[in-house]
């Protein structure tokens, strides 16, 4: 039975689904003005994760991913800039195992649905226009903060954590914005009955997830950087305007950082996975997109992940290592019994990659088991692993022989003359050295 560390709870609790056979997820999905980066990913191949898991489980999942355009002034038209980077991002998610979602809803498509939305909202008295301005009124919503904990009485600690507001129309600070009157100037811009404008960033979700999966769904999934103010605004005006529970369960991916560093465009320290692909420092080759996957396999998902280039070199080994082992002689045929319920179980406790993927090298070290028993059990793994292990003949064939650097033949010739002086300890420290480079 898969248990799940429930955001809104703050627990980890049993998953009852509100249907029988099926399960709804909704995932924010990329921001289509530029390359989607490597944090993003983490949070998708967690969401993929998750459905595969469900799949497993029995169930049928109907999986929605919105998409958002955004205007950006490139000398091009916003739809141009969407239609780029959206096929980018639909290559790097095929790149990246990641399945399909069910819908890919764009935000643009449904903005009938967000006015709709809106005009309930304040039928019920719980938003205020003013000035082309519709503005949703926190303080008339009893269960603000219920997700973050930035409740309506800790108004003060609420006004420190809610985005900087330069709107001067509001009654509150903490309130946010259902719909804001565009300037003229303005390219993505809609008539309303407020006048021109364009929706908040909160609403499309809201619209988009309820269209496609109806007023109350089971699991709403994304990165924590959305829990406050989105997903906390995404509640409020989704049970705002239904009465009923949105979400039953909230489950957000901990933030990926690089080399202990928070990423951000002004360090220069963002990754997307076709640089990830390219030529990287210290003389090292392109990786695979399949071993960013199984480097995220390696953190739990709830926890903050380290990205280094030397961890990514480590997981392309590991990855290479298991299509090995699948493509030796002999049928794969049976199973190992014993490690695949263990395997299951550690998913099913939260998926616990971590520890399901020391459950698969525990069992290839095995003399339990057969073989041909290891191979099928792997390959029923990959069904939830996504690493394509099936075609690892082809993987392998077309793998470049990679040229070792000169800083690493010279560690591995001074440990092999420290092993021949007998001095172990120092020959196990350039050891280290070595593993620790990724080779």
Known sequence: ML???????????????????EVGIYTCGPTVYREVHIGNFRTYIGADLLRRVLIHNG???????????EAIAEGKTPQEISEHFTKLYFEDEKKLNI???????KASDHIKEMIAIIKIILDKGLAYETEGNVYFDVKKFKNYGEL??????KMDQL????????????????????????????????????????????????????????????????????IF??????????????????????????????DEEKMSRSRGNIYTIAEL??????????????????????????SKMNFTIDALQGAQTALNKLREFIVQKGLPKGEAEEFENKFYRALDDDLNMPKALGIVWEMIKSDDY???NKKASLLRFDEILGLDLHMAQGFLANKKEEKIPGEIIKLMEERNALRKQKRYLLADQWRRKIIKKGY
């Not at 399945?99 to 809803?105: C, E, K, N």
């Not at 007023?215 to 959305?226: M, P, Y």
């Not at 529970?245 to 690089?258: D, E, R, T």
């Not at 090292?284 to 399949?290: I, T």
Request: with cysteine.
């Open 159 to 226: 006004l420190k954590a809610v985005r900087v507001s330069v709107e001067t129309d509001k009654k509150d600070s903490a309130d946010f914005a259902l719909w804001k009157k565009a300037d003229k100037d303005r390219l993505m811009k809609w008539e309303s009955p407020w006048g021109e404008g364009f929706p908040g960033w909160h609403i499309e979700c809201s619209a988009m997830s309820i269209k496609y999966l109806g007023d109350s769904f089971d699991i709403h999934t994304g990165g924590e950087d959305l």
């Open 277 to 302: 692909e390219k030529n990287l420092p210290a003389g090292r080759q392109g990786f695979e997109p399949l071993a960013f996957r199984y480097l995220t396999f390696m953190t739990h998902y709830k």
């Open 99 to 105: 399945l399909p979602a069910t819908h890919y809803p």
């Open 370 to 372: 057969t073989l041909p």
């Open 3 to 21: 248990k799940i560390n429930n955001t809104l709870s703050r627990k980890v609790e049993e998953f009852k689904p509100i249907k029988k056979d």
């Open 148 to 153: 973050s904990g930035n409740t309506l009485d």
């Open 229 to 258: 103010p989105h997903h906390e605004d995404e509640i409020a005006q989704s049970e705002g305007a239904t009465g009923a529970k949105f979400a039953n369960y909230w489950m957000h991916s901990g933030f990926l950082l690089i």
């Open 59 to 69: 169930y049928r999942v109907v999986h929605i991913k919105n998409i958002v355009a």
